[in-house]
């Protein structure tokens, strides 16, 4: 058997591995276009900052270490130029030559490159950038020991354009962040990526949002934005998305679907006999949903790259698709997704609902507690979990990482309570916030509670809701919302007469919690409330007017 792979890192090195543990007669061949077959591209940006102090420390393997450890024939600075799919043979150009190779099965990994949209002024400048790479980080770096830049725009303020952000604002530089869409950190909710945002201005980061960058003038150094604004910058990088690198593949005659994708069946078989395909260049299955996607993501790729080894072996295996759980630590916060947001839930016809709670990431009496908002998006009558954020200083990737196993668990809201998860003082919570997210979700599919979420808050209060703010006036220090109806819950039952009946009142606490409290007495006395969800602590990031 000889296959031939092409591309490396993530899911051609994962593929090439598997093949040899379960292969040793096989002839392997990794050709990769770049210098490098095996480099974490995950933790280039922290080598920007220094935070990765060693550029070497990103480089995992090389064609040698492979050769001796894999008995792999690794062909780095080599191109797959053509693919002959009736003979069975690519071409290789390495140089100035290029020769023939033939394969039994032949794996693209070709990965994705960045989006650069056409922009008036690009090929003038000298100081744009993206990072993809080792050589994009080389660049980088070098260009930054040579000018020593004291400005930098980052455009896009997706998962590495963030993380670019950090790692530049680190080195010291005055960093401005600009983003087409209307919030930082797409994948996310509006409500919880402003605290992702506020974290952002808080570490003096410029932010620019429902803007694109249009032309650069003066070689980069002056950026324009579509309302005409200029930006001043010594560096700018461009961090838009990716594409996926489907020019052999559609030469080949492979077919292709949404965005360029290169599609593939649940074995990773292409349209084109013995031609499989792995990682950022195909198209998987939205697993809640069932629906084409592209989620480029590390670990997905290396489980698509293990998996067609298998296949190729004549192991029994059949990709189920890819949730995109993703995390990213912006400073001192950290925020994370899994499944669909409620944007994606809403946009795919979902029945949905949507419950908010804050807890801390351990008992709140140790020290260094720190609070963690979580989010939830599920279907209100059968409980099933489509999508879950977190946000929080520390503890937001065990949660996360939690509800993303009870998604691909098949889990409900009901089984969240159920889970029982490590406990003490230093580590977590007695009920922890995976458990009680569970408990809010499991109120609302019963009936003992009705949320109100953030965006609805404003028509009800038009309509003539009142806020009944059940803090107490301590509490108050931090900010209280304007024209709310005040009366701490500890006096709510005995102070009954000072609420109308006729009025429907949105009740609000710090969290949600004592508001939950206040709304099972309330209802039980014949009043018409609801339940503001994530309370204070959501309405003070996202809805800032609202607060006095």
């Not at 930006?231 to 077919?255: F, K, Q, R, W, Y």
């Amino acid at each position: 058997m000889k296959v031939m792979i092409v591309g490396g890192v993530a899911g051609g090195m994962s593929a090439a591995t598997r093949l040899r543990r379960l292969n040793e007669q096989a002839e392997i061949i990794v050709v990769e276009k770049g210098p490098h077959v095996s480099f974490a591209n995950c933790g280039l940006p922290y080598h920007v900052s220094g935070e990765i102090a060693e550029r070497e420390s990103l480089l995992l393997h090389t064609p040698d270490s492979l050769k001796a450890r894999f008995n792999l024939d690794v062909r780095v600075s080599s191109e797959v130029t053509e693919i002959n799919p009736d003979d069975k043979k690519v071409a290789i150009k390495k140089g100035e030559e290029t020769y023939w190779e033939t394969y039994d099965s032949l794996i693209l990994s070709p990965g994705a490159r960045p989006f650069i949209p056409p922009i008036e002024g690009l090929a003038e400048a000298k100081n744009v950038f993206s990072l993809r790479n080792v050589p994009d980080l080389d660049k980088i770096m070098t260009y930054v020991k040579e000018t020593q830049p004291k400005k930098a725009l980052v455009i896009g303020a997706g998962f590495i354009g963030l993380e670019m952000v950090e790692n530049l604002a680190e080195t010291g530089m005055e960093v401005t962040l600009v983003e087409k869409a209307p919030h930082v950190l797409p994948p996310l909710d509006e409500e919880m990526a402003a605290f992702v945002q506020k974290e952002l201005v808080e570490n003096d980061i410029r932010v620019i949002l429902g803007q694109s960058a249009v032309g650069f003038e003066n070689e980069g150094k002056t950026v324009r934005l579509e309302d005409g604004s200029l930006l001043e910058t010594d560096l700018v990088i461009m961090s838009v998305g990716v594409l996926p690198e489907n020019g052999l593949a559609e030469s080949a005659g492979i077919e292709l679907g949404m965005r360029g994708g290169i599609l593939v069946d649940e074995h990773y078989q292409t349209n084109v006999s013995d031609i499989y395909a792995v990682g950022d260049a195909i198209i998987v299955k939205q697993q809640i949903t069932g629906e084409d996607a592209m989620i480029s993501l590390a670990s997905p790729a290396n489980r698509q790259g293990r998996q067609v080894a298998d296949i190729i072996s004549g192991v029994k295996r059949k990709n189920k698709g890819s949730i995109g759980t993703a995390i990213v630590r912006v400073f001192n916060m950290s925020a994370a997704s899994t499944g669909l947001s409620e944007r994606q839930a809403k946009m795919a016809g979902l029945n949905y609902a949507v419950a908010h709670t804050r807890g801390a990431d351990h008992a709140s009496y140790y020290p260094d507690s720190t609070p963690v908002t979580l989010k939830l998006v599920f279907n209100p009558e059968t409980g099933q979990i489509y999508g879950a954020q977190g946000v929080g200083i520390k503890g937001v990737d065990k949660r996360i990482d939690v509800l993303a196993t009870a998604i691909k668990g098949d889990l409900t809201v009901e089984d969240l309570p159920e889970l029982e998860l490590t406990y003490a003082p230093p580590f977590g919570v007695a009920k922890d916030p995976v458990n009680m997210i569970g408990y809010v979700a499991l109120n609302v599919i019963e009936g003992l509670t009705t949320l109100v979420q953030w965006h609805e808050v404003e028509e009800k209060l038009a309509q003539g809701a009142k806020i009944l703010d059940v803090r107490v006036p301590d509490e108050f220090t931090v900010g209280e919302f304007k024209e709310a109806v005040h009366i701490p819950l500890p006096q709510l039952r005995e102070r009954l007469s000072e609420l109308d009946k006729d009025t429907h009142y949105m009740i609000a606490c710090a969290s949600g919690q004592r508001s939950y409290m206040a709304e099972r007495v309330l209802v039980q006395e014949g009043y018409d409330v609801s339940n503001m969800s994530g309370s204070f602590t959501i309405y003070s990031v996202v809805k800032p007017d609202m607060i006095k």
